[in-house]
């Protein structure tokens, strides 16, 4: 039976990550605005005007920006990140990627595995594996710059702390399956696959509330009966990526080495037992490059 192979790398490096200047201009950009924009009007004098009233759109949209700056500048990117455009009314068709269908694809309407999103909007999905490193400064990070990101989750390397990833899905991000044992999915037989996707099927559903709609294979590699067995546990989409980022490099799928609207961007839950930087470090390269590019971070599940 064919199987589709993928290339899932844990290569580690170093880098020294520089932080620009254009914060610190951020910043002063956004007091100049405070200071001519229109909810910058003075208060009336003590006993005049009646009640205090509620901050208009404007001063509530100027203290998010401030927010967001001084977010930027603590967490030393070298600007704020973009906002995503809203979710689209009518989601996308998602089919599978050329080249990587399984037989029978269309007539048993399997779960289709793709890299990239339809869609005309200057976006990119952040994807991160696993769950082996549980760095509470990358859910303070992830937080406070209002970055969304889909979780795929292996039970043996999250059941020593599933409070981590509620916490996580409390903050709005979204928690889907990676199995329970992170496996070569094409050298199992149907049933193993079936207990390895629908058994972690339920331990989401015990430990977050939910089964999930979304698997992502270990390693990428699935054959037919993965994604025969991931419908018959619920799973309607498979999702891999198009493009990896480590803590000191990136690598693509693609012979151009660069971003395209709607790619799904993969990393892992990793430390520096294995990088030679934090999540944090992490993050911070995906966030400069993406934004520095114009794009925005929108929530995968929001187009599925």
């Known amino acids: 039976m064919r ?8 290569r580690a490096g170093s ?16 007091v100049l605005t405070g200071c001519s924009g229109p909810g910058s009007s003075g208060s009336a004098p003590a006993g005049q005007g009646g009640p205090a009233k509620a901050p208009d759109a404007a001063s509530a949209r100027l203290a998010e920006q401030r927010r967001m ?8 990117l070298d600007q704020v990140p973009l906002t995503a455009p809203a979710p689209p009314k009518v989601k996308p068709a998602i089919t599978a990627r050329a080249g990587f269908e399984v037989d029978h694809q269309e007539d048993e309407n399997l779960p289709p595995v793709f890299t990239t999103v339809p869609t005309d ?4 999905f952040l994807t991160i594996d696993d769950g082996a490193e ?3 400064r990358f ?9 969304p990101y889909t979780a795929f989750l292996s039970d043996y390397l999250v059941k020593d702390d599933y409070g981590y990833f509620r916490k996580s899905q409390a903050y709005g991000n979204t928690l889907a399956n990676h199995t329970l044992t992170h496996p070569y999915l094409p050298g199992l037989s149907y049933e193993q696959q079936r207990q390895e996707i629908c058994g972690m099927q339920d331990i989401m559903e015990k430990q977050y509330g939910k089964r999930p709609e979304v698997l992502r294979p270990p390693y990428g590699d699935y ?9 018959s546990c619920g799973i309607k989409y498979a999702p891999i990526w198009n493009e990896e980022v480590f803590v000191d490099h990136w690598e693509y799928r693609e012979d151009d080495r660069r971003l395209r609207r709607g790619d799904i961007v993969l990393t892992h839950f ?10 944090v470090d992490d993050m911070r390269r995906f966030l400069n490059k993406v934004t520095r590019e114009g794009y925005a971070v929108a929530r995968l599940e929001d187009y599925l």
């Open 270 to 279: 990793r430390g520096t037992d294995e990088w030679d930087g934090t999540m």
């Open 69 to 76: 700056v001084a977010a930027a500048r603590k967490w030393r």
């Open 223 to 231: 054959n037919q009966d993965t994604l025969r067995a991931a419908k």
């Open 3 to 10: 199987h589709v192979g993928q290339n899932d790398k844990f």
């Open 15 to 30: 880098r020294s990550l520089a932080v620009r200047c254009s914060v610190a201009a951020l910043a002063t950009a956004a």
């Open 121 to 124: 909007k200057k976006i990119v």
């Open 134 to 136: 549980k760095d509470p």
């Open 139 to 147: 859910l303070e990070m992830m937080r406070e710059l209002k970055v």
